[in-house]
């Protein structure tokens, strides 16, 4: 399992408005373990964990604060899709919201191998060649004997 991630939303602009974090997004992976650290500027903007609903419509979750401390950071513990937006009026709607999907962190690329697989079936094929192979060098000492 790779080592957990801390990723800055939007590097170094931050939680703001007129950003396109879709394409902050673009090549990254978030697995389980990893976090999300929205820094902006305390009182400027807050950060809103919606649903897929809320996501699209820009709208506030009915329950639930917002996180505004300036720097919050929100760990990923559960796989699936994730929705934020900033809550202040224009904001979302101005570009401030951000979806990711994680994975599970148990599911990361593993290293690809750099050999052959050696199954059960090879083992079998590859023990069988070597035993009529050295038979045929009995049979072959054999006859000058």
């Known amino acids: 399992m790779a080592s957990a991630k801390q990723y800055v939303v939007g590097d170094e602009n931050g939680w703001t408005k007129d950003f396109d974090y879709t394409t902050w997004t673009a090549g990254k992976q978030f697995f389980v373990g990893d ?4 820094n902006y500027a305390q009182g400027s903007h807050n950060v ?18 917002p996180l505004t401390t300036g720097s919050d ?9 994730k929705w934020y937006i900033c809550g202040v ?5 101005s570009g401030q919201k951000l979806v990711i999907t994680v994975l599970d962190g148990s599911a990361a690329p593993a290293p690809t191998p750099t050999s052959p697989s050696t199954g059960a079936a090879s083992g079998s094929i590859i023990s069988a060649g070597f035993a009529a192979a050295a038979m045929v060098v009995v049979g072959v000492l054999g006859m000058f004997m």
């Open 48 to 65: 809103f964990k919606v649903n897929g609903t809320d996501f699209m419509q820009c709208s506030k979750p009915l329950v639930g604060a």
């Open 73 to 81: 950071e929100i760990p990923l513990k559960t796989t699936g899709r």
């Open 89 to 93: 009026s224009g904001h979302c709607s």
């Open 35 to 38: 976090s999300l650290v929205f």
